[in-house]
């Protein structure tokens, strides 16, 4: 089984840039335990969430972005929609009676969903969690993606802080967390207007990359797809969507 945990930044519509991202494990046991660890480390026990990028969060966030890089066991790969290809009118007067930006997020979780290949992870299928949201479209986005994807056999909403009963996040709250901390970093970077890095979880990400602040412009705002450390063995995957 392939497990993708899901989470979007910024809205369909409204931003220049909307993003959704899944970050990909066959086994999220062994990650949950660390992010667990982590807290214990550095008592931190609310929310990891890119829009709080407080001092409180700073080091725990700053870890788990190394954590991704140096597992083998993650992948992530996110969509990245450009208002300059991409306009939310085209989902007006839809038969699902859901607003347009609702619809969008939809789509392009169900485009996003199906990109991901779960053969080329040595499995046959996908369970997906993504975070809970309060969108009119919510109720049908389940079985939106289910239908248009055969290898899907789970796709819930959780929420990402949703509380076990010893008192701690649920495991998969803990993993959609991380996802919304890669997922806001990158749509992020992709939103850049310059090549000056401010953010010191896009720098950390950066650093990781082994891309220098010069290379941001080049790279991020180029609006091309982009595969680290190669097409072909992608551990980050931005896919820059453009209509085809």
């Not at 660390?34 to 026990?45: D, G, V």
């Not at 939809?106 to 992870?121: A, D, G």
């Not at 819930?156 to 010893?166: L, T």
Request: overall charge positive; charged content about 25%; glycine content about 6%.
């Amino acid at each position: 089984m392939l497990y993708l945990f899901g989470d979007e930044s910024r809205n369909p519509g409204t931003d220049n840039t909307f993003c959704i991202g899944f970050l990909i494990t066959k086994d999220s046991k062994p990650h949950i335990q660390k992010i667990r660890e982590l807290r214990e480390k550095y008592n931190y026990y609310n929310e990891i969430k890119y829009s709080n990028g407080n001092y409180s969060q700073l080091l725990i966030a700053i870890d788990l972005i190394d954590y991704f890089f140096n597992s083998s066991g993650l992948n992530f790969k996110i969509i990245v929609k450009d208002k300059k290809y991409f306009d939310v009118s085209f989902y007006n007067n839809n038969r699902y009676g859901a607003k347009p930006e609702d619809l969008a997020y939809v789509c392009s979780y169900k485009e996003l969903t199906k990109s991901i290949s779960p053969q080329k992870f040595g499995e046959e299928e996908k369970f997906c969690l993504i975070d809970q949201k309060p969108q009119t479209a919510s109720g049908i986005l389940t079985d939106f993606v289910i239908k248009n994807d055969s290898s899907v056999v789970v796709f819930e909403q959780k929420g990402s802080s949703d509380i076990a009963n010893s008192g701690n996040f649920e495991g998969y709250s803990e993993m959609i967390q991380f996802t919304d901390l890669i997922t806001g970093i990158i749509g992020g970077l992709c939103s850049e207007k310059s090549g000056k890095c401010q953010n010191v979880y896009k720098k950390r990400f950066l650093i990781n990359l082994g891309v220098k602040e010069k290379e941001l412009a080049s790279i991020y705002t180029a609006k091309k797809n982009f595969y680290y450390p190669s097409f072909a063995d992608a551990k980050v995957n931005v896919w820059y969507w453009k209509p085809q």
